[in-house]
Each structure stands twice: as C-alpha cells, then as structure tokens.
C-alpha cells in the first residue's frame, strides 16, 4: 500500500487524555435536567421514542401518529401527522405568561446607542405585520421560498419569524457573503424576493450593504432567475443610508411597506410536521454550496429539546450568543431554541473587539448576561488581550458554549477560569449545519468536561468511529465520526438535489439496497477518535473542506474564484493553522505562459472577496511554477497543505512532476519564517486533516 493511503486508524494522534472537570454545586442545583434517569430514558434501546420528551415542550395543533417514518432511507420524517407552527411556538404561545418579558436585546455596535428590547408582544405585533407586507404585498404563501441577506439586526429574527408563521421557506444568507454569493443561493432556492438591509455596523464603520442587493439580483438574473421584489430594511427607519439606487416597482423600504399594516394580524399557518421550515446553504466538495433543508417539527421539537438542556436556558436567564443569525448556530441557539423556550436572548450588531476588548464584557455587566455563547476563534482572540480585561469587569456567567471548531486545551482553560471565573460550566457542542442541532456535547450537570473534547453523543445520538472500510474502530484510533442513528434535528435533504444528499452524507458507508436505516449511517465528514469513556476529540475535516473562524469554505470554491483571474493557470486551496482563526486558507497557484506574477496575488485575493466575502480571503497566496500533480494529472493538496503546515509531504513517489516538492517547500518555509508566522511545533495539530486533505 502507498504511504499516502494510510489509513486513518494508523494515523497517530499526538493528543494526551485531559483531566474531567464536573460542574460545581450551584449549577447543578438551578439546571434544568439534572435527573441521571434521562440518561436511561434516551438510551437506544429506547430510540426513537426517547425524543418525544423534545417533541412535548413544543404546542401542536395536533398530534402525530408516527414518531419516524423510515421506510425511505436516508430520507426520513419525524412526528408524522403532527401540525404545527413554528412562529406560533417562539411568540404567540409565550404571550399568556411572558407578553411583557425581553424576547429579544437588540445592542448596536455604536455604544453611543442605547440598546433596543422588544418583549415577546411587541415581538409578537411587529411580525404580524411583517407577515402581512410579505402575504399582501408580496404574495407570498407557504411553501414559497425567499432568500434574506441580512446583518445582525431585529428586522432579521423578525422576517425569519413572518416567514416561518405564513410556511414560507427562508433562506439567510450570511450578510458579509457578496452580492454574487447570495446570487448563486437566490437561484438554487428559487426565490423571487430578496429580503435585504441598508446598511450596518462592522468595526466603527456603517458598511453599506444595500449595494449588494442590485448585485444579488443582477447575478441572479444572468442564471435565469428573475428577482422580482426587494424588501430593505433600513438600519435608522425613515432615513436614507445607502446610496444604493432604488429601482422602481422592484425595491421597497420594509418600514414604508409596514405603514399599511398597524394592527394587521396574521393567523400561524398550520403546516404539516415535515414541511421545511428553511434553508441554509453551507459549503461543501464542489463549487456549488449546498441547500440544508431543515424541517418545521423535528427541527423546532430538536431545537427546543437541546437549548433547554444543553443551553440549560431558563426564562428568566439572560442568555447571550455571540453567533451570527446568518449562519446554523444563530437560527437555532438565538432564534428558534431560546425564543421556544421563552427565553431572553441578547442579539449584537458588530464586531466582538470594537471598540475594543472590553465590549463583550461591558455588554455582559450592563444586561446581567448569565449564559455565553461563542467560538474558540473569539476565545483566542480576547485571550490574546489577556485576563486583565474581563478582570475590570463584574459579570459572572453560570453557562458558556464553545462551538465550530476544535478548541485547544490550553485556550479551553483560559475560557474556564477567566471568562467563567472557575465557576462557570462549559459545554464545548459540536455540531453542523446539517444537523440542526447539537450532536455531540456533555449534558452540563450530568456529564464532566474534558478541556478540548465535546464530551460524548447527545441525548439520543450514537456516535461512531468508522475505517475507511466501515469497520468499528477501538477507542484512540482515529477514523471517520459517523452517526449511527437519525435524530429529529437532521436536515431533511438538500434542496432540489437528494441524490447529492445521498452521496455526500451516507454513500461511503450505506448498504444501498437496505430499507433499513441502521444500514444507513450518517458520515459527518470529520476525523475523530472516541477514547475510553465515549467522548469524542474532533480532529478536523476529511474532505476538502476548510473551517475558517469556525465558518466553512470549500476549496472549490475558493478555487474556482481564483480562475477567474485571467492570468491564473491553477488554483489549489489548502488548510494553514492560525493561531486565532483555527485554520485560514492559502492558495498555491500557477501562471498560464506568458503571463506575468506582478500583482496576481491581490488580483486574486480581490476576486475571492467579489465572489464569496472577505472570510474567505487567503491569508498567502503563493504563485509556483507548477503544482504537486497525479500521473492522471490531479492536483496533489495533501502535498501543499503538508508543507504549508510543515508537516512530512509523505511518499511523493505517485507523483508525475515529483521534484518541484522541494523548491516549493523551500520558497514556501523561506517566505514564512522570515514573517515569523508559523512554527514547526503547531503543526501536530493537523495531522489528520492534513494527511486526507484533498484525497479522493
Ligand atoms: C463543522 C461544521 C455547528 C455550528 C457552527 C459550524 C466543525 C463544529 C465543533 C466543535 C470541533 C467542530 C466540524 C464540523 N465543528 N463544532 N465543538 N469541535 N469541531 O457549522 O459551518 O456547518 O461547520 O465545524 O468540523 O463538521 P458548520
């Protein structure tokens, strides 16, 4: 066998066991299950029906007769013959004990500003009659799809929840995507209206974001898909932000629109258990992002089921998620889980550190925020300015989350003692966007933590390390984390394309011809090991996917942006370790003859930023003569990513062009260590994702 076929079962991983550390007295006291016979409850033997336990914290207009319906795997349906609404469950059903709660705390970046607070009944008013500007004079019924591309302001909980309560299928758009990116994804969902802002605050600017609109619908246009509304939510209602044209008949200032509309109620549509409640693409192998399509039932009852015992969010808790609503993490622990459980959630305008590294805690103080939500990237960031800032503040949180990428013992421990002044409980959720919710954490006061491991499956879920050829492997090796079994939370599918759900999801391991779904399991795409006691270390991904700042980019993607350069011959993207971002993506790329390399790195870079966003700017592009190639010709990236991380390229011997691995090695290490940038020990921290990076 070729050294570069190592299986992941052989790779060695150079991670030492942490000490478990259990929560203290006084979480436990107050948390919401604590009861060890839930564990009993949700175990397999006990599955499906353990998660009806979810299912009953939700109002249905009626019951389902079915828990699953499996009979098609890996499509599946949850609480079958169940009707619902979703916007009935996060506002009306509140209204009784909590009409004049906090729903939601909007704070603006400025800290001029005062921040906003909408209770559950001026919630409930405003997207009423955001719901009747989207049916009357948008047309808009339930199973329509429309596309938002919206920065963190209220107007974005607020269309969510207008859509959800007419059954119209969203799909937000992260706001710091392009115009083009949002383009691609009004085509693929099929939307004929763009729900969009003026403008926002990003680090001490009023970026503006209206000009993406005309760019969305043109793009969107030149595929054949004709936009034929656009809604603008202005950030200072009854003014002009933007200098962005409005086009007649086409675009319409959402507070205008809503001037009809004082007093208009909408009544909650009653939709069917499996109706989609949205889309959220996310990027995957190809080029293309991929459209997760999550259901109204087994999402919300999954949702609502992980918020109130992994959030361990009670209504009077101040809980604060520091995620974007534009990616999975914000539509399930901002909107859909906390606002189900009548919770207070604290949504942010801008950027964590402006105007400097005391915000998050200034914020923390003034509005008693008790539960902490964000990702190792924030950690290391505010880690980085060091434990006298959170010191000058007098906050103290019970509850904090780490989400979206691996996170370092290390930075773990600052996060625990700092920021959580030793008392407060971490859960580290690991999870996807395909899986609506988490799938592997502790549960806070049942199950220690262990500094730089999510903890074991969650409730209800069975976590599996597979081989490469679908043999169960022993604690400590690493593999393939799978899922044997289906959850209410999973997505339903990938909008307008199932066979891709099939093949990216389930292929490598299924038995195809099997109706049974045990056959079936789920492929998460990532490398981890179980040790001893079930929890679980992820080691990052296997396919050729990037997770930057805990955000997915595929390499595709990056690369096909990188060809639109004319001078660009080849692209190829691969995973470096940064210190504050997890990973960031570098480009190796080649000149077609004749062209010159004066000023083709930042042509390049620019078109990245015009095709995706500035998250997916390469932190190095490094331009070579040629790249590390196949004998079919197929671009090596393990080769690239190994010595970008300066790791062992492995056997090269398969190689057509072998002998440009070590000029390019040596311009790469040359180049890097004169910026002082990386250093021969990190890199250990990606072993796995190196050694599979970009094999088929
Ligand atoms: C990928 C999913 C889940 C919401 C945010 C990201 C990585 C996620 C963890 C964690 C280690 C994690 C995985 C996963 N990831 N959470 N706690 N520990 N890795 O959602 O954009 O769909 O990305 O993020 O690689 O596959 P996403």
Redesign the pocket.
């Known amino acids: 066998m070729a050294k570069d076929k190592v299986k992941e079962s052989e790779i060695a991983v150079h991670w030492q066991e942490e000490e478990l550390i259990v929560p203290n007295d006084d979480f436990v006291k107050q948390a919401n299950m604590a009861d060890p016979e839930v564990l009993e409850r949700f175990d397999q033997a006990n599955w499906p029906d353990c998660f009806v336990e979810y299912a009953d914290l939700l109002d249905w207009d009626q019951r389902w007769h079915t828990t699953i319906d499996t009979t098609n795997p890996p499509f599946y349906n949850w609480w079958v013959g169940g009707k619902l609404n979703a916007s009935y469950n996060c506002v009306d059903r509140h209204l009784k004990a909590h009409r004049n709660k906090a729903a939601l705390i909007w704070v603006p970046e400025p800290e001029e500003e005062s921040h906003q607070v909408i209770t559950y009944q001026e919630l409930w008013v405003r997207v009423n009659e955001f719901a009747a500007v989207l049916r009357d004079d948008c047309g808009l019924r339930a199973g329509d799809k429309v596309t938002l591309h919206m920065p963190m302001v209220l107007g974005l909980p607020i269309t969510m929840l207008a859509c959800a309560r007419l059954g119209v299928v969203h799909s937000q758009v992260f706001g710091g995507f392009s115009g083009e990116a949002c383009g691609d994804r009004i085509v693929d969902s099929d939307s004929r209206v763009l729900i969009t802002s003026d403008a926002y605050y990003r680090a001490g600017k009023l970026l503006n974001h209206q000009v993406k609109a005309g760019l969305s619908v043109n793009h969107a246009k030149g595929q054949g898909s004709v936009v034929d509304k656009v809604l603008i939510w202005r950030r200072y209602p009854g003014k002009v932000s933007s200098d962005a044209a409005m086009t007649d008949g086409r675009d319409f200032y959402v507070d205008e629109l809503l001037k009809s509309k004082k007093g208009v109620r909408v009544e909650p549509e009653s939709l069917p258990s499996e109706s989609p409640l949205f889309l959220m693409y996310?990027?995957g192998t190809t080029a293309r992002p991929k459209g997760c399509q999550h259901s109204t039932g087994g999402y919300m009852s999954y949702v609502a089921g992980t918020t109130k015992y992994y959030q361990d969010i009670h209504p009077e808790d101040v809980y604060w998620c520091f995620?974007d609503i534009g990616?999975?993490?914000g539509h399930?622990y901002i909107v859909y889980g906390p606002l189900a459980n009548a919770a207070t959630a604290v949504v942010y305008e801008g950027a964590p550190t402006y105007p400097d590294a005391g915000r998050p805690w200034r914020i923390a103080e003034q509005l008693g925020v008790n539960i902490f939500h964000t990702?190792?990237t924030t950690i290391r960031m505010l880690r980085k300015t060091g434990p006298d800032e959170p010191a000058k503040y007098n906050f103290q949180f019970k509850h904090m989350t780490?989400?979206?990428?691996?996170?370092e013992p290390e930075v773990w421990r600052w996060y625990y003692e700092y920021i959580g002044k030793g008392k407060a409980v971490i859960v580290?959720?690991?999870?996807?966007?395909?899986?609506g919710g988490?799938i592997?954490?502790t549960l806070p006061a049942l199950q220690p933590m262990k500094p730089g491991s999510?903890g074991p499956g969650a409730l209800g879920i069975e976590p599996v390390v597979l081989s490469d050829d679908g043999t169960s492997l022993s604690a400590g090796s690493a593999g393939n984390l799978c899922m044997k079994n289906p959850w209410p939370g999973r997505m339903q599918t990938i909008y307008g394309d199932p066979d891709r759900f099939v093949e990216t999801y389930f292929a490598k391991f299924a038995k195809k011809e099997s109706k049974d779904w045990k056959d079936w399991p789920y492929v998460?795409?990532?490398g981890a090991t179980l040790s001893e006691d079930g929890y679980i270390r992820?080691l990052?991904?296997v396919d050729d996917?990037i997770?930057v700042a805990?955000?997915?980019l595929g390499t595709k993607e990056l690369e096909s942006a990188a060809l639109t350069v004319e001078a660009v011959g080849e692209a190829a993207a691969v995973p470096a370790y940064d210190e504050l971002k997890g990973r960031v993506p570098e480009l190796y790329i080649s000149l077609k003859p004749g062209f010159d390399q004066s000023g083709v790195d930042i042509e390049v870079k620019n078109a990245i930023e015009k095709m995706i966003g500035p998250i997916a700017r390469p932190s190095h592009i490094w331009v070579t003569t040629d790249l590390p190639k196949t004998s079919s010709g197929k671009i090596m990236r393990r080769v690239i990513a190994a010595i970008s991380n300066f790791m062992d390229p492995g056997d090269t011997t398969t190689l057509s062009n072998p002998e440009i691995v070590d000029p390019i090695t040596k311009q790469v290490h040359e180049a890097k260590k004169a910026m002082g940038e990386v250093t021969e020990d990190e890199r250990r921290k990606l072993e796995v994702e190196v050694r599979r990076f970009g094999e088929d």
Do not use: K, L, M
């Not at 780490?402 to 996170?407: A, R, S």
């Not at 580290?428 to 966007?433: G, L, P, S, V």
């Open positions: 996310t990027s995620a990616w999975i993490t399930s990702a190792p780490t989400v979206g990428e691996p996170i580290d959720t690991y999870w996807q966007t395909e899986t988490f592997g954490t999510c998460t795409g990532d992820i990052g991904r996917v997770n805990g955000h997915r």
